[in-house]
């Protein structure tokens, strides 16, 4: 069962800070979820699963310890569990051989971090309408 919960991998905690403010400025800070890294979300993951609580959404982090986005985005989508939750990318990166390389693996998308504020409620809207309009089969 989808929960509309977004789940997010972030390491930094001024990135979590930010994208949690922007959240909060559309009324929707409620949604979120946080992991530190990709080990993490895993464990999120299988957790809420027991519970029968999947995510709308999943947002990962490029370059985070211990497994990164790109290992635990090959993890979600090689789990029959979890491969049909959506998966954007959240990174600083902006070289297109990672893009790529997330798109090949099963992204549906790849976002750079923003800059300002109101990049920050333009992203953070972006996933809050990909959840409401998106569904897990």
């Known amino acids: 069962m989808e929960t509309g919960k977004i789940f997010m991998a972030e390491d930094d905690a001024e990135d979590r800070w930010i994208i949690s ?3 909060e400025h559309i009324k929707a800070a409620h949604l979120m979820l946080f992991a530190e890294n990709g080990v993490l979300m895993l464990d999120l993951l299988k957790k809420h699963h027991e519970q029968n609580e999947l995510p709308c959404l999943i947002v990962l982090d490029l370059n985070m310890p211990k497994m990164n986005g790109t ?5 979600i ?3 029959d569990r979890f491969r049909n939750i959506p998966v954007i990318i959240y990174s600083t990166s902006i070289n297109p051989f990672e893009k790529e390389k997330c798109m090949r693996l099963g992204a549906h998308s790849y976002i750079t971090k923003p800059i300002t504020f109101s ?8 996933f809050h309408a990909f959840c409401k309009v998106g569904s897990v089969s």
Do not use: F, I
């Not at 290992?71 to 993890?75: A, G, Q, R, W």
């Not at 990049?119 to 972006?126: E, L, N, R, S, W």
């Open 21 to 23: 403010e922007a959240m």
């Open 71 to 75: 290992e635990t985005l090959s993890h």
């Open 77 to 79: 989508k090689n789990d």
């Open 119 to 126: 990049d920050g409620v333009a992203t953070a809207k972006t």
